[in-house]
């Protein structure tokens, strides 16, 4: 500090300073702190009374062992049922909505793109070759996630499949009168009569099991 006659006077700075109480801001800092050692101490306790083997969490006060995550494994064919309905035709593109419900009294989880064979209405059987599609719409760099569904006792799930119905073909396309779908993971199809054009192997477009197309309700 310099006066005004152009002399120091360091001592201005430690004149008449009173002494302030801890800044609120740090104590409340101080105050968590505790709290998270406190909380982090109990958890050892936690700890310490039970023990996690193989992802289940044990107690000494029970014998039965509880999931630490709870884990719904892949449906299988016996759990489900499956429903079709067609979501009208536009543009050269016909909208097929397929529902994978939940019959049995267990979770089940789907996750992916299932698998197709086609009974055509001359009594034929084809196997499609569809493409498989993340989402109608998006970013490259940035790909959505491929849902997981997991279906409770009762629950659906949603798949959306998309094929030429036809125009502008130089050949004509074939109705099918059933519809074989594998689920994900699973070998065993699902049957359902479902009336969709088959116009050639790879004239179809599936969205994995639970995602809507862009736009849609």
């Not at 801890?22 to 968590?32: G, N, T």
């Not at 125009?167 to 594998?182: D, K, N, P």
């Amino acid at each position: 500090m310099t006066t005004r006659a152009g002399t120091s006077d360091h001592s201005f700075m430690t004149l008449h300073v009173p002494r302030l109480p801890l800044d609120p801001l740090i104590a409340e800092a101080k105050r968590r702190a505790r709290q998270r050692r406190l909380m982090l101490a109990g958890l050892g306790v936690v700890l310490a009374a039970g023990s996690v083997v193989g992802g289940t969490l044990t107690s000494r006060d029970s014998e039965r062992p509880r999931p630490a995550m709870l884990a719904a494994p892949g449906c299988r064919r016996s759990q489900l049922h499956l429903s079709w309905r067609s979501a009208g035709v536009a543009g050269g593109s016909a909208f097929e909505a397929f529902t994978f419900r939940n019959t049995s009294g267990s979770a089940c989880s789907l996750h992916g793109w299932p698998s197709f064979r086609f009974v055509l209405r001359d009594g034929r059987t084809v196997v499609p070759r569809p493409h498989d599609l993340i989402a109608t719409a998006y970013r490259v760099s940035q790909p959505p996630p491929i849902p997981r569904v997991v279906l409770q006792p009762g629950g659906a799930a949603l798949l959306n499949v998309f094929e030429a119905d036809g125009t502008g073909y130089e050949h004509s396309c074939q109705l099918t009168r059933t519809v074989l779908v594998a689920p994900p993971g699973a070998q065993a199809p699902l049957s359902v009569s479902a009336g969709l054009f088959y116009c050639g192997p790879h004239d179809m477009w599936v969205l994995p099991v639970g995602r809507r197309p862009e736009g849609g309700g």
